[in-house]
């Protein structure tokens, strides 16, 4: 058997974590800051939420295609995500940043904006600010936005099939593994990766509960020892 896959799966899933991580953190801070654009910026990061995967990977394939301003940009950089591992990180970023966004947003609107308020009033500045006060008060659901966004990233499969293609040892994720696999009768292969896959799902959901639980009980014990 072919480990491949995996493999893959998880360097696209981390390497698409770290950059949801990012993007996730930035955009929900800054939505944050919006007044009247807030539910159109809101509404357009989080329409990969709601749209097929196959879609998304439709706009992202038009997006880098040979055909595009960015496409050819690239193309004179010597650079082609269309078919490659780095497409198939592409197209789990877009496809988990919602999660991390909005999960992001919710914890930070969690945070007493009492304490945000005195903060400033002592001089923070918004980026010390963001790094000492609002991300750590609201780190429990940052972190656990984080796992769920890896969950989302290792299953990932219309819009990783539409623009990094299925090409065994390269860009073959263990869900595109999965579809070839039935695609070619051959049953007793696709039953051992879904097999994996739920395990490793089960595993990220089983470490996002412990992690809220731990957190949880951390913060009751502050709270009845007075802190």
Known sequence: MDYSPLWISIKVAVLATIATFMLGLLAARWVLSLNKLRFVVDGIFSLPMVLPPTVVGFFLLILFGKNSGLGQLLMRMGLNVLFTWQG?????????????????????????????????????????????????????????????????????????????????????????????????GNRALAYRWVAIIMALSFITIFLMNYWTSHQNTLLKGRGRSGY
């Open 88 to 184: 198939a990180v592409i197209a789990a970023t877009v496809v988990s940043f919602p999660i991390m966004y909005r999960t992001s947003i919710g914890a930070f609107e969690q945070v007493d904006k009492n304490l945000l308020h005195a903060a400033r009033t002592l001089g923070m500045s918004e980026v010390k600010l963001f790094f000492k006060v609002l991300l750590p008060v609201s780190w429990p659901g940052v972190a656990a936005a984080t796992i769920l966004a890896f969950a989302r990233a290792l299953g990932e499969f219309g819009a990783t099939i539409m623009l990094a293609g299925n090409i065994p040892g390269r860009t073959q994720t263990m869900s595109v593994a999965i579809y070839t696999a039935m695609q070619s």
